[in-house]
């Protein structure tokens, strides 16, 4: 059985500073790209970053510059690095797991519950 828990979520302040996690298990982490998306109330869910299962990333062009996103394959955790956060980053952050072994990004097979961030302005 494959599980994502994400960890890290919180109240801060426009400028502050959070790292979420995500750890996964019954899967061979390594093999497997990572995702991380975000949904606003009110707002359909939206990519955030990715990290192939050979460490290439890419990030939504909102996040761009702001957000780091890396694995730790011997944890099999993946994190998501928030930096200069904004208001308009408060949502619900979600981590994924890639449904097919060795690619760059998804489809996403497997979700985490979520992990609240809100940014005040």
């Known amino acids: 059985q494959v599980q994502l828990v994400e960890s890290g979520g919180g109240l801060v302040q426009a400028g502050d500073s959070l790292r979420l996690s995500c750890a996964v298990s019954g899967r061979t982490f390594s093999n497997y790209a990572m995702g991380w998306f975000r949904q606003a109330t009110g707002k359909e869910r939206e990519f955030v970053a990715n990290i192939g299962w050979s460490g290439g990333t890419s990030y939504a062009d909102s996040v761009k510059g702001r957000f780091i996103i890396s694995r730790d394959n011997t944890k099999n955790t993946v994190y998501l690095q928030m930096n200069n956060l904004k208001p308009e980053d408060t949502a619900v952050y979600f981590c994924?797991?890639?449904?097919?072994?060795?690619?760059?990004?998804?489809?996403?097979?497997?979700w985490g519950q979520g992990t609240q961030v809100t940014v005040s302005s």
């Open positions: 994924a797991v890639a449904r097919t072994i060795w690619t760059s990004g998804g489809p996403y097979e497997y």
